[in-house]
């Protein structure tokens, strides 16, 4: 497909099929998309104009042309494969229990087995003719020629032969005779055909992720804002907005979009978009970002960006660019199919053409011609990846761990740096008191109730880790909020503030203050009765699993990174806690610089794993060799994820990667068998040794034993 779209006229495309799609590159006065379209359709693939964003910000819940048709892909494979089963079932039945094979069972089980090879079959048959036509061996070509090959000689058999006469039973004969024109392979063609598509099912739907977390993440701006024009306010729709209008936000609502405050005082809660979990304050001349959230005050907003120069829009042309970059992932099965299905053929028409120059006739010639497409029919090969993925991932279920396909679990296998994001991965994201400093003549006691008092009347982060640390504390009276400085109000009489240090004097808790900040504490000023009473210390607190996590990933051949928006005092700290290199810390990091980081460590020559939460970790997930979401972070994050951890638990992580590693290896363990007993079995099937009816049999035997490997994985615990 790339080769065709690349000889049109003025087109440069790049083809990336791990997601799906076609970046193109074209001259817009030599051809048009329509064409663009046309010449992919010529090509036996069906597309689409993705283009997910649009001027109405109503139409962002409407799915894609491309989402719909993948999701009537998967409907359709879902009741294909729910009738293969029912009919095929009694094809098995009829065929392996003699004591149910009545008078023309086999005319019945023929009915029922069209039936599946035929609509059943279809869109395997469909991709392989595709194939064909361009060249291309795939598992697709393998699961036509091998239930072709059965279908056709059971067909044949029952007319010319003596499979089709009244009294027919099947016979178990080891070896190949003379005569074998009385066994039939329906159960092959229904079995096979009913377990391929239910790993194609589960396939389909685990595509299609990178769009869903667009939607998600351009869902999150506002939809509409509160224009301000000659002091009246009019409610117009966000796509209305132009650069330097101005417009109202009140506590609790969106900013419409990026701009510059004119008037007005608050808190805004940047945390959807940064990951960090305490406010901004901003005040006129500050700068806000579309989507965040005003807190307190009321502020007036002049339009600085809008539409898709937004830094939301922007952290969505990053997710996208992020997974378009993602190197397609050639399955094994596929890489080797180029080679075995022509051998295969070209062993069976060997076969054919040997036997009949012996003079063995043309049944022994084409029991073994058959005998060999029906022992390297891949259905082993075919269940490998699936089932090991299909129980792989049910086990992660049950352990919180959601894995999202099989190039996943080749991405674990290679990775050897685990970048980490701070706040909500490594740490709470929940403020807390840390330290507190009480001034000589000041017991600490008062000191947190005295602070708690005044701060129990602001709704900040900060003010709310003080009460929840002093709960008892008493009443205030005569409340007030100075911007930008603090609160203060009168308690049992003393008049205490509570508050940034500004340009006060600390006196003897200098240090302690300097102290706090070199840790990564915020550190709170109390005065009581205008006396310096002592200092309070918030911090972001770690999480009581995360430096056993660290431990565990470093065991599992990581080097861990931290990645954060916060200071850098606050992110060493965190990193010294936990076990982490201080080289090894990246402090200060913005969201669009976040993907910066991770593609200067892929370009250092590294495999890198992204742990993250926040929107603003989105793009870097979707860059990472591999992504993994905290299940409590948001769900653009999880949907730009290869792996969601349902717990807030770092350890989680780790997890992961163990039980994606052993699921990994188990596919290769499966793909190993699947082919080696072609290897032994295929000459004995050429040779004429081997009855169709046991390569039948060696053929569910493999089968049999790839789904009992993979079920190991059901026992599987993390270490």
């Known amino acids: 497909m790339e080769r065709n779209l690349n000889k049109v006229e003025g087109v440069n495309a790049t083809v990336n099929y791990a997601t799906e799609s076609a970046s193109v590159e074209y001259d817009s006065s030599l051809t048009a998309p329509e064409d663009l379209i046309k010449v992919i359709q010529g090509a036996g693939y069906d597309a689409y104009d993705a283009n997910p964003r649009t001027e109405d910000a109503d139409s962002l819940d409407d799915a894609s042309p491309a989402d719909v048709a993948r999701e009537e892909e998967a409907a359709q494979l879902k009741r294909l494969t729910i009738m293969s089963a029912v009919l095929s079932v009694p094809i098995m039945a009829l065929s392996m229990i003699p004591a149910l094979q009545f008078d023309y069972w086999q005319w019945v089980s023929a009915i029922l087995a069209t039936i599946v090879f035929i609509n059943g079959g279809a869109p395997f048959h469909k991709a392989t003719w595709t194939n064909l036509k361009h060249g291309s061996f795939t598992m697709d070509t393998l699961i036509t020629m091998g239930t072709s090959a059965a279908y056709f000689w059971s067909l044949y058999v029952m007319i010319f032969g003596n499979a089709g006469e009244p009294g027919m039973r099947m016979h178990m004969e080891f070896f190949s005779n003379d005569a074998q024109m009385d066994h039939i392979y329906l159960e092959s063609v229904g079995m096979v055909i009913t377990f391929l598509l239910l790993g194609r099912y589960f396939e389909v739907k685990a595509k299609g992720q990178s769009s869903e977390a667009l939607r998600t993440l351009l869902n999150m701006g506002a939809k509409d804002a509160s224009l301000l024009v000659d002091g009246s306010e009019t409610r117009i729709s966000i796509s209305q907005l132009a650069i330097g209008d101005v417009f109202v936000v009140r506590p609790g609502e969106k900013i419409a979009t990026d701009g510059k405050v004119v008037e007005g005082f608050s808190a805004v809660d940047e945390s959807m978009l940064t990951g960090e979990s305490v406010p901004v304050e901003v005040q006129e001349g500050s700068t806000v970002t579309g989507a965040s959230i005003n807190t307190s005050g009321k502020l007036v907003v002049r339009a600085t960006r809008v539409g898709s120069d937004t830094t939301l829009s922007q952290m969505a042309k990053l997710v996208t660019e992020a997974q378009s970059s993602k190197a397609p992932v050639q399955r094994l099965v596929d890489r080797i199919a180029q080679i075995f299905v022509p051998a295969v053929v070209l062993i069976a028409i060997a076969a054919l053409v040997g036997h009949m120059l012996l003079s063995q006739g043309l049944a022994p010639a084409f029991v073994a011609a058959v005998s060999v497409l029906i022992i390297a029919c891949p259905c082993a090969m075919g269940l490998a990846t699936p089932t090991a993925i299909l129980v792989g991932t049910g086990r992660g279920a049950q352990l919180g761990l959601l894995i999202k396909g099989p190039e996943i679990l080749e991405s674990t296998k290679k990775v050897d740096t685990v970048v980490l994001d701070k706040t909500g991965t490594v740490t709470t994201g929940v403020m807390s008191v840390t330290h507190v400093a009480a001034a000589e003549g000041t017991a600490e006691q008062q000191l947190l109730n005295y602070a708690a008092a005044v701060e129990s009347g602001s709704e ?122 201080s080289e090894h810390v990246f402090a200060g990091v913005m969201p669009e610089d976040k993907v910066s980081k991770v593609r200067e460590l892929q370009e250092a020559g590294l495999t890198v794993a992204m742990v993250g939460d926040g929107v603003n970790d989105a793009a870097a997930l979707a860059q990472a060799d591999l992504g993994l979401a905290m299940g409590a972070g948001t769900d653009v994050a999880i949907e730009a994820s290869d792996i969601t951890l349902m717990n807030s638990d770092l350890r989680s992580a780790a997890h992961a990667i163990q039980l994606s590693r052993k699921t990994f290896s188990t596919i290769k363990g499966n793909l190993f068998w699947a082919f080696a007993y072609n290897v032994v079995l295929i000459p004995v099937a050429a040779a004429g040794f081997l009855n169709p009816l046991f390569a039948g049999l060696a053929m569910a035997f493999s089968s049999v034993f790839v789904v009992g490997n993979s079920l190991r994985l059901r026992s599987f615990q993390a270490t």
């Open 460 to 581: 900040h982060p900060i003010a709310k880790a003080i009460v929840a640390h002093a709960p008892d504390h008493p009443a205030a009276h005569d409340f007030q909020s100075e911007a930008g400085m603090g609160v203060s109000g009168t308690v049992e009489g003393h008049r205490v503030s509570v508050g940034r240090a500004g340009d006060k004097d600390l006196g003897a808790l200098a240090d302690a203050f300097a102290a706090a900040e070199a840790d990564g504490g915020t550190p709170i000023v109390v005065h009581i009765d205008d006396q310096l009473a002592g200092i309070i210390t918030v911090r972001d607190t770690i999480k009581d699993t995360s430096t056993a996590a660290i431990a565990q990933l470093q065991e599992l051949g990581l080097t861990p990174y931290l990645l954060t928006g916060d200071n850098p005092g606050a992110a060493r700290a965190v990193a010294r806690e936990v076990g982490i290199a």
